[in-house]
């Protein structure tokens, strides 16, 4: 018993000679202790979130081959590749120096191209803020793919990435969002609210997307001679559901991510971004049900997204009831949109000008009617003047971009190619080398678009124009 109590003598003051050495803890290096764990929580949000933004390429390709031709997949999944790989470089040298970096005048930034900016130990954030930033504008420049879908020469699309990424993109992102790093943008000064980029996003590639449909003109035999619309069907209804579930899952990181910050509030922007997803999903069934007489499933699927990209701008600074009437209301707008632009005879294929541009204007109004700070005729001339400034920069700089390119290098395929199908003609392969290559057409006077259509008993599958790859 003695010796117990020697050891536990020696000990207890061997450990007061080690506390001794140690300073007592202050209430400023609790908070310093505090604030790098939070700092570290922030990085780690911000990354996570990132990598399901960039998972949303991978739905993106999925619902873009699944509203077109089998003969066209191989085609689909290079262009959302090197859209994605080329508009990483260009973002890197480019693009994020004149969306982020210093300026005196609010129209673009001059500093922190190439990465410049990181200096090291103690500027990491900017590795973090870029990588988040990249995969935005990588969201941007593929919304265009599936509008140009089916006829659009590989080099004239690689050309169209380099450009929007590097320089149409960045420049009216740093009128919306240059202050979250070094810049400062005109439009926000405004007091312009567009959280996570129904507009800075979305409707700069919709209305990119809307720029590149009008050059190139629609798809062979889309529209007949007496002026009839033929609905030309994707071949994968599963695949462009597959597509849509990954974006839902995606736009988990687009909305909640854009806080950058790990906090309670991206419980509500959770919740709002799924509540507006639903509410539009439910009322473009019920429109196209009642509009074509069956519950749709391309406009269906396209009003899930609608309404995604309705709620992107307000995700967080609306009531979960408001991103409900948002995700509604869009569900509503992207079927009478496709429908519009069917008319008009403007070829989309999968209903991107609908529903990231036209959608995109809707919920980046809506950010402003529904604000949780009160309805003001101001902050709805805001959110105008940025819907506004939008299509007028990004509109006809992609249309000349698009013409250029058309001179340049050429931006539609042969007739020849085209009805061949571009996996061959462009790519020297077939998506699917174990089945033969059909189509079926779809009953007469539908127009639902976005690559899926009704068919009737009476109605027999055709072949292709040509049925090899």
């Known amino acids: 018993m003695k010796r117990l109590l020697t050891m536990l003598i020696f000990l207890l003051v061997s450990a007061s000679f080690c506390w001794a050495g140690d300073e007592p803890p202050t209430a400023l290096s609790n908070k310093e202790a505090i604030d790098l764990v939070q700092t570290h929580a922030n990085f780690l949000w911000t990354l996570v979130a990132a990598a399901l933004v960039f998972f949303m390429q991978a739905g993106f390709a999925l619902v873009e081959t699944g509203f077109t031709r089998a003969k066209n997949a191989i085609n689909i999944i290079m262009k959302n590749l090197m859209d994605f790989s080329i508009g990483t470089i260009a973002f890197w040298a480019i693009g994020f120096g004149l969306m982020f970096g210093a300026t005196s005048t609010g129209w673009f930034g001059t500093t922190g191209f190439?990465?410049?900016?990181?200096?090291?130990?103690?500027?990491?954030?900017?590795?973090?803020?870029?990588?988040?930033?990249?995969?935005?504008?990588?969201?941007?420049?593929?919304?265009?793919?599936?509008?140009?879908?089916?006829?659009?020469?590989?080099?004239?699309?690689?050309?169209?990435?380099?450009?929007?990424?590097?320089?149409?993109?960045?420049?009216?992102?740093?009128?919306?969002?240059?202050?979250?790093?070094?810049?400062?943008?005109?439009?926000?000064?405004?007091?312009?609210?567009?959280?996570?980029?129904?507009?800075?996003?979305?409707?700069?590639?919709?209305?990119?997307?809307?720029?590149?449909?009008?050059?190139?003109?629609?798809?062979?035999?889309?529209?007949?001679?007496?002026?009839?619309?033929?609905?030309?069907?994707?071949?994968?209804?599963?695949?462009?559901?597959?597509?849509?579930?990954?974006?839902?899952?995606?736009?988990?990181?687009?909305?909640?991510?854009?806080?950058?910050?790990?906090?309670?509030?991206?419980?509500?922007?959770?919740?709002?971004?799924?509540?507006?997803?639903?509410?539009?999903?439910?009322?473009?069934?019920?429109?196209?049900?009642?509009?074509?007489?069956?519950?749709?499933?391309?406009?269906?699927?396209?009003?899930?997204?609608?309404?995604?990209?309705?709620?992107?701008?307000g995700c967080a600074n609306v009531t979960p009831g408001s991103a409900i009437i948002i995700g509604a209301v869009a569900g509503v707008v992207v079927v009478y949109s496709v429908v519009f632009f069917d008319k008009i005879k403007i070829d989309d294929p999968v209903g991107a000008i609908s529903v990231h541009g036209v959608c995109g204007a809707w919920g980046t109004l809506a950010a402003g009617i529904f604000d949780m700070g009160g309805l003001s005729l101001k902050v709805i001339g805001v959110q105008l003047v940025g819907i506004g400034a939008c299509f007028l920069w990004v509109f006809p700089m992609a249309f000349l971009m698009f013409k250029l390119i058309d001179v340049v290098v050429g931006l539609r395929v042969s007739p020849e190619e085209e009805l061949e199908g571009l996996d061959w003609t462009e790519h020297g392969g077939t998506a699917y080398p174990d089945f033969e290559v059909s189509s079926y057409t779809a009953s007469p006077g539908f127009s639902g678009g976005s690559g899926s259509g009704k068919r009737s008993p009476a109605i027999k599958p055709v072949p292709e124009m040509s049925t090899s790859n």
């Open 114 to 313: 190439f990465l410049s900016d990181f200096m090291g130990e103690g500027t990491e954030w900017i590795l973090a803020f870029w990588m988040f930033q990249v995969v935005f504008c990588a969201t941007a420049a593929t919304i265009v793919s599936g509008a140009m879908a089916e006829r659009t020469k590989f080099v004239g699309y690689l050309c169209y990435s380099v450009v929007l990424s590097a320089i149409i993109y960045p420049i009216f992102g740093s009128w919306a969002w240059g202050s979250l790093l070094n810049g400062e943008g005109w439009l926000e000064g405004l007091g312009f609210i567009d959280f996570a980029g129904s507009t800075v996003v979305h409707s700069v590639g919709g209305w990119a997307a809307l720029a590149g449909a009008m050059v190139l003109g629609p798809r062979i035999g889309k529209y007949t001679k007496d002026g009839r619309i033929r609905p030309i069907l994707g071949h994968n209804m599963p695949l462009a559901a597959l597509g849509v579930f990954i974006l839902w899952l995606g736009w988990f990181g687009f909305n909640p991510g854009s806080t950058t910050t790990a906090d309670k509030s991206i419980a509500m922007i959770f919740v709002n971004t799924n509540l507006a997803a639903a509410a539009g999903a439910i009322l473009a069934l019920a429109m196209s049900w009642m509009k074509f007489g069956k519950p749709e499933v391309g406009m269906s699927l396209n009003g899930a997204l609608a309404g995604l990209v309705g709620i992107t701008a």
